[in-house]
């Protein structure tokens, strides 16, 4: 069984790419973003949270449907930049943080999980979705964006992490979208 890839892994890329997914340039990425904040069923959020926050570019644009938003990823090179892209957002906070060996001792009304679920194993999975659950409040949203491709690195597949979350029976699927590249599910805590 492959294990959840490590912090090192993704120090590893940032510091031979301080954007190496082209989350600041690539039209991909932007209409990507673009579907993710379309799919928010009722924002303003009271308090969200954000499951690898990277380099910050979804955070910021997150941060606008949101009183307050806490932002976390495993790469304090990633962080680093993310803090500067939202010095000007002061309800934004950022952590580093690696679910789910770690996870805030706080309840949220929106959980946002974007391309990060493939990077856990089954075991790990398992355990951050228990994490996510309890800190969802009843009625809160859980978001979940993942790319479909192949990416033999990965320990799981996006389409293997969004058919998991559907078995939760405490979450209501709302709402999917499937595009040539990635696969977005809204769910809804009961």
Not at 3 to 26: R, V
Not at 55 to 83: F, W
């Amino acid at each position: 069984m492959q294990q959840s890839l490590p912090p090192s892994y993704f120090d590893a890329l940032y510091s031979a790419d301080p954007d190496p997914w082209k989350f600041e340039t690539s039209d991909y990425e932007a209409n990507k973003y673009q579907a993710t904040i379309a799919a928010l069923p009722r924002p303003p959020y009271r308090s969200a949270f954000e499951i690898g926050g990277s380099i910050g570019v979804l955070t910021a644009l997150l941060a606008q449907h949101c009183e307050a938003l806490l932002s976390i990823d495993v790469s304090e090179i990633a962080q680093r930049r993310a803090i500067e892209r939202c010095r000007d957002l002061p309800h934004v906070q950022f952590e580093l943080m690696r679910v789910p060996q770690q996870y805030p001792n706080q309840m949220f009304d929106l959980v946002v999980l974007s391309e990060v679920g493939y990077y856990w194993c089954w075991e790990d999975l398992a355990l951050a979705q228990q994490q996510i659950v309890t800190s969802l409040q009843p009625g809160g949203h859980l978001l979940l964006v993942h790319w479909t491709q192949p990416a033999p690195d990965y320990p799981l597949t996006g389409d293997a992490v969004h058919e998991s979350f559907l078995q939760i029976p405490t979450l209501r699927h709302l709402n999917s979208q499937r595009e040539a590249t990635y696969r977005l599910d809204v769910f809804e805590r009961v």
